[in-house]
């Protein structure tokens, strides 16, 4: 659990609290291969207990490879739970056991799987996404596809397209769950960097697009302030995310890329997924510096300027 959020701290001793009371269920179609055992949202434990443990698992886990497979793993070295065939109570208790989800929503995760911590399913290659970082979304990261999706933005999808990105490397600047590679605005054969402070949004992002590698979970500025002037192809900073982008940020990052996308807040939009995160006081000043930039084009689309220069 090293690098895990400290505001996670209180809900992962619940869950360490909640796994040996469990009704866990054998695997029995991966007996000799991959064993684990499972639990069913809804059959096994309650959904409103099962959403929670999603929560955390998809929050404070890390990326690992099952086979080719990527997925979000909790690892709990010291936690005892009986694991084996059934009935359970009469198998060896499990010091140590690793837990993962099948889904990257709550709304369609239904299934949570439990193994040992020693166990390996294939090559571990899976990018790395430990942080120090709080950030206040890795709890609700689980929830941010279905919200984004209710809040009508990928409508602004097309436009964006007509861009034409896909054909440069993307470095995204708040990736968020990756919403820009949802829409296709980058691919695999010219790559994509995302940068994205919350630990369980990035594990949203690599359970998607699994041929992401270049990943940086910590705050922009932070990223942009690493030793060296790195120069980029095009920079996006999409639906909201430019708006925590400070205005000298702005005019410093039109010199080191080759193209920019940016996508301001115009006020705050009642339906945006981060409402509940206040906008930083330079929030008007970066989106004045955007539309000032040499030869920038801007317009408005749906609620957010977009900033091309």
Known sequence: MSGTNRSLEPELRWLISELPTWAWKWASTFEGGAEHSYV??????DETTYERAARIIHGAGTPRKFYRRLNIELHLPQVDVPFGREPLG??????????????????VSKTLNIAPVTA????????ATAS???????????DFDDALEASGVLALGERLRQLGLEARHVTDLGSRAGAALDLGLACQQHGDTAVESGRGLMHSLLFKHQWVRDVHVLPVEEFLQAPGERRFETVVSLFGAASYLRPERIRSLQARSERLVLMHHLGRPEHDFFAE?????????????ATALPGAKSERLGDYL????
Do not use: C, F, N
């Open 90 to 107: 009469q198998r060896p208790v499990q010091r140590g056991v690793k837990l993962w989800l099948m889904s990257h929503r709550t709304s």
């Open 120 to 127: 390996e399913y294939g090559r571990q290659d899976a990018p």
């Open 277 to 289: 995160t206040h906008l930083p006081d330079w929030s008007e000043a970066s989106r004045a510096a």
């Open 132 to 142: 120090d970082s709080d950030s206040p979304w890795d709890l609700a990261a689980l």
């Open 306 to 309: 977009l900033t091309l220069a």
């Open 40 to 45: 069913i949202k809804g059959r096994h434990i």
